[in-house]
């Protein structure tokens, strides 16, 4: 059985938040990450895309930053794990499920049990942390990671990881194309290809994205967010998260109050 010790879903930290655990953590550490970070993986550093999940085995070394404010969802558990078996979703790895959303609602139901005082909890602990793992396991199967014929998967990996982790800058298709080294054509369709998504559109996602989490958590003024993500507008700003959201920032901060 498999019993939940410390967790916490959404959570925030500051710019900067860091990690080191050089000896790692008595329990195992389930972690997924809102937006990209610096990971050690197998010792070396890496950046990773936003939505990155990884599984700790007690004892393997721990160390991740954050260069921009951090949400992630996380939990601590101990019990006989080996009694779960997973094909593909292993240990101290790096991986990029679709079904991400599945984890901040599991791990919500999994700190409501932790700090609420109901009977057969455990249960619960055990049931919902299988039903997770299984999940993530078939998910990351059915996952292509890398599409067939291409040579850019890695470099694309890191690129994406760095627009992400400075929305503020002033990125352009011609600018990401360049870091590449290749043409812009040629970069837009391997990008397309790649994520499922053009360029410009993933880089205002993520935009808005990182501008709702600074919204639930943060008392930061709409312009000042807008102005931390390279807009040059704040209208324009607002217009192009209301377009996408379906409430202007304002609206969706007082919807959202306290991260509910």
Not at 18 to 38: A, D, K, L, Q
Not at 85 to 101: A, G, H, R, V
Not at 160 to 188: C, D, I, Q
Request: with cysteine.
């Amino acid at each position: 059985m498999l019993k939940i010790t410390s967790v916490r879903h959404a959570f925030p930290e500051n710019q900067g938040f860091v990690i080191n655990r050089p000896n790692g953590h008595r329990e195992y550490t389930f972690i997924h990450f809102y937006n990209s970070v610096e990971i050690k993986i197998n010792g070396q550093k890496v950046i990773t895309e936003p939505h990155a999940i990884i599984l700790y085995k007690p004892g393997t070394p721990q160390y991740y930053k954050s260069y921009e404010p951090l949400i992630h969802d996380w939990f601590h558990f101990i019990g006989d794990f080996d009694t779960l078996t997973l094909n593909n979703f292993k240990f101290d790895e790096i991986y990029y499920p679709k079904t991400y959303n599945i984890i901040t609602e599991t791990v919500a139901e999994l700190e409501n049990e932790f700090f609420g005082d109901k009977i057969n909890r455990n249960f619960i602990y055990d049931s919902k942390t299988k039903e997770l793992f299984v999940k993530l396991d078939r998910d990351i199967a059915n996952t292509k990671c890398e599409p067939m014929n291409t040579e850019y998967v890695e470099g694309f990996r890191y690129l994406r990881g760095e627009v992400f982790s400075h929305l503020n800058h002033n990125w352009t298709v011609s600018k990401m194309a360049k870091h590449m080294g290749l043409s812009e054509s040629h970069f837009y369709l391997l990008y397309k290809k790649i994520y499922g998504i053009t360029p410009t559109a993933d880089l205002i996602k993520a935009k808005i994205d990182s501008a709702k989490n600074t919204l639930r958590f943060q008392n930061t003024q709409i312009g000042e967010i807008a102005a931390n993500l390279g807009y040059q507008n704040t209208t324009h700003f607002i217009r192009q998260f209301k377009k996408i959201v379906g409430l202007s920032p304002s609206q969706y901060r007082n919807k959202h109050k306290n991260g509910n």
